[in-house]
C-alpha cells in the first residue's frame, strides 16, 4: 500500500469514528434520563453507532427476544410446521394469571398460531414449543446459534425469562446480523418464516421488522426491542434495551424511543 493510500484509509477511517461518535452524543439528547443502551450496525457502511457501550456490553435476560430463536428452532426441529401452526390452549396449565386487561395480555388466553403468538408474545405457547424440543436440543441449538451466554440450565420452561440464559446488546445485533444473512446453521425455509413474522410495519420506503421483551429488574422492569430496517436497500440491525419504573411505562416507550433514534440518526 502506498504512502498516500494509507493516509486516504486512515482519513476515511477517522471520518467514519468521528461521525460515529458524534452520532453517540446526539443520541445522549434523546434517551433524556431514560437509563438503556443502544446499538445499530449498518450493514451497507459497516459502521456501529453506540449509545452507553459499557451498559451495551452488559447480559441481561433476553425474555421475549427470545421468541426469535425459539420459533428457528421450534421450526428446525418440526415442533412447529410453518407460521399457522396452531396450538391449543390448555388452560388448567395455564391458567389466565390475572394479568392486566390490557394488550398483549388480553390476547394470550386462546387458541394461537406462531404468528399470532409472536405478535402477542403469548409465553405459554413458546413455553409449549420449549418443551416439545426438550431440553437436550434445546441447549445445541442456542450454542450453535453462539446467543448470549448459551445458558439453558434454569429450566426449559423459564431459563429464557429472568433465569440462565442472558445476552448483551451487541450480541443481539451480531445474533440479528448472522439471522438476515443466513449465516445461523437452520434452513432458509426456516428463516424465510420467522422473518416473515417478525415484520412489525411496512411502506413504500421501509420495512421494520423486530421483537420486544420485558422483565422485572432492581425494583422496576427491563425492556428490549431488537431488530431491524430495511430502507433504500440496506439493512440497519438495533437493539435497545432501557430500565423503566413498570411494565406500563415501557411497553410503548420502548418503541417510540428506537424510532425517534432512527430518525436522528436519519434512517
Known sequence: MTLALRAFVLLIAFLSMSAAEAAAQNLDRVFGNTKGAFVLYDMKSNRYV???????????????????????????????????????????RYPNE?????APFIHWWQDHTLRSAIKYSVVWY??????????????????QFRYGNGDTSGGIEQFWRNSS?????????????????????????????????????????????GKT?????????????????????NVYFFALNMDGANYEAIRDERINLTKRILVELGY
Open 50 to 92: 453506540r449509545h452507553n457501550p459499557g451498559r451495551a456490553r452488559l447480559r441481561f435476560t433476553p425474555a421475549s427476544t427470545f421468541k426469535m430463536p425459539n420459533s428457528l428452532i421450534g421450526l428446525e426441529t418440526g415442533v412447529v410446521r410453518d407460521a399457522d401452526f396452531r396450538i391449543s390452549w390448555d388452560r388448567q
Open 98 to 102: 390475572d394479568r392486566p386487561n390490557t
Open 126 to 143: 413458546y413455553i409449549e414449543i420449549a418443551r416439545n424440543v426438550g431440553a437436550e436440543r434445546m441447549q445445541k441449538y442456542v450454542r
Open 165 to 209: 440464559l442472558q445476552i448483551s446488546a451487541e450480541e443481539q445485533v451480531d445474533f440479528l446480523r448472522r439471522f438476515y444473512t443466513g449465516k445461523l446453521p437452520v434452513s432458509s425455509r426456516s428463516t424465510g418464516i420467522v422473518k416473515d413474522i417478525l415484520l412489525l410495519e411496512e411502506t413504500p420506503s421501509y420495512r421494520l421488522s
Open 213 to 233: 421483551g420485558a422483565a422485572p429488574f432492581e425494583g422496576g422492569t427491563l425492556a428490549w426491542f431488537v431488530g431491524y430496517l430495511e430502507r433504500e436497500g
